[in-house]
């Protein structure tokens, strides 16, 4: 099978959308089929661009078996509003003639795009039509709805003319498929028959991520005592995570000296969380870790942080979550009563109402005085990563439907 695949984010991206684009490029690539990549330079979670890769050029590359094409854009040192819309619009343009060349010259029989960015999605829609391929959308998260909901951009009438736009692009693919049930309801809403949706999860390997015995090397090395607690948040520091809580939580917990609270990762957010922490004694901030180091990071922690921004409910789904049940450890949530992630995380943790600090530092308290309930929790949470998130299946799943599709 000839595939392209155009999106904004791949490997060697650590975190988010390439992170798992760039997996199931290479997994498809090992499978034998002809795999093509139309993406931008590496930037994220650190929005840098890596060395090498800056500037105003289009670059080809070979990785993982599979023919990737860089295209240049604009990545803003303090993303949001007017300049992220400029970052995303700049992908779309300097990829689209990209992608016809791509199209004519591997003539695919499925093109898949990946969003975000949906603004990239015409230009995928192009070069499907040029070639005469199907054309499939991914929904990573939906970023329209996000954006307004979180205040990054405003306006009734912007919000009105950018989900119109969203809905008719939407209409143009042949299948568009989600990472939970919950968003594939949400494109039900936005006029997709359920009979083009398909559910195409994210997933951990749960082989490499999974329960340590004996000594993590990972808190001697940080100087992190046996005896004391860590309640980690491990993943992209952006805006739409809603890290303040933690931040909330540790300050109220100050004075139990048997809690650490770690946050380790990159993001736009970082620095302005740093600055919010200040001096507390109880908080501490780690670099991003080398994949090689991601089962040890997990299991750094006795218990994982999962924060959830008000407004951004069925609208994303964290893909730190598969890694945090993974690990067998218990998850102290704070999210949106009833969603998507609370849903997800019932039964292998401690849900509280997102942004209630005071309930997320009650939560970290319980899962401290109580060991035997960490340890329920966090069988549950290793059973639930096996049944549900675990990637052979779930990519097995997906070549299944693209097949079906390439041979209708």
């Known amino acids: 099978m000839r595939l392209l695949i155009h999106g904004l984010n791949h490997a060697p991206e650590p975190t988010g959308v390439g992170k798992f684009t760039g997996e199931m490029v290479a997994w498809l690539a090992a499978r034998g ?21 800056r500037g105003l050029h289009w670059r080809r590359e070979m990785r993982d078996g599979a023919v990737v094409r860089r295209c240049p854009l604009y990545v803003p040192a303090n993303p949001g509003g007017a ?55 991914h929904v990573q998260d939906f970023e329209t709805e996000a954006a307004f909901s979180l205040g990054l951009l405003g306006g009734v009438g912007s919000r009105r003319w950018a989900l119109s736009l969203e809905r008719r692009i939407l209409a143009g693919f042949d299948r568009i498929s989600t990472i939970s049930e ?20 994210n997933w951990v390997d749960t082989g490499a991520i999974r329960p340590l015995d004996g000594v993590n090397p990972l808190r001697a090395e940080l100087g992190i005592a046996e005896d004391r607690l860590v309640a980690l948040y491990a993943g992209t520091m952006g805006e739409k995570q809603g890290l303040e809580v933690l931040v909330s939580a540790a ?17 736009a957010a970082k620095a302005r969380l740093a600055v919010r922490a200040g001096r ?6 780690l670099p991003l870790q080398p994949a090689a180091r991601l089962n040890h990071l997990l299991n750094l922690a006795d218990l994982h942080l999962l924060p959830e921004r008000e407004g951004a409910a069925d ?3 964290p893909s730190k979550l598969g890694g945090m049940l993974a690990s067998g450890r218990p998850v102290a949530a704070a999210v949106i009563p009833g969603g998507q992630i609370a849903r997800a995380v019932e039964g292998a943790g401690l849900v509280v109402p997102s942004g209630d600090a005071a309930a997320l530092a009650s939560a970290v308290r319980l899962l401290a005085d109580d060991p035997a309930l960490r340890a329920t929790l966090g069988a549950k949470a290793r059973s639930r990563a096996r049944a549900d998130w675990d990637r052979e299946p779930i990519l097995a799943r997906f070549e299944g439907e693209l097949l079906a599709l390439a041979e209708a």
């Open 182 to 201: 919950a968003m594939g309801r949400r494109l039900v809403d936005k006029g997709v028959s359920e009979d083009r949706i398909r559910l195409f999860p």
């Open 315 to 317: 609208l994303v789904m």
């Open 280 to 285: 507390l004694g109880n908080l501490r901030f």
């Open 83 to 137: 300049k992220r819309l400029l970052h995303l619009a700049s992908f779309a343009a300097s990829s689209l003639p990209v992608a016809m060349a791509a199209a004519r010259s591997l003539r695919p029989e499925v093109v898949i795009a990946v969003a975000p960015t949906l603004l990239a999605a015409p230009g995928a829609l192009a070069a499907a039509r040029a070639a005469r391929a199907h054309p499939w959308l």
């Open 251 to 267: 300050e109220l917990l100050e004075h139990d000296p048997r809690i650490l609270f770690v946050l380790a990762g990159e993001g």
């Open 33 to 53: 089929h002809r795999v093509e990549v139309v993406t931008a330079p590496a930037y994220y979670p650190g929005w840098r661009v890596t060395p090498g890769q």
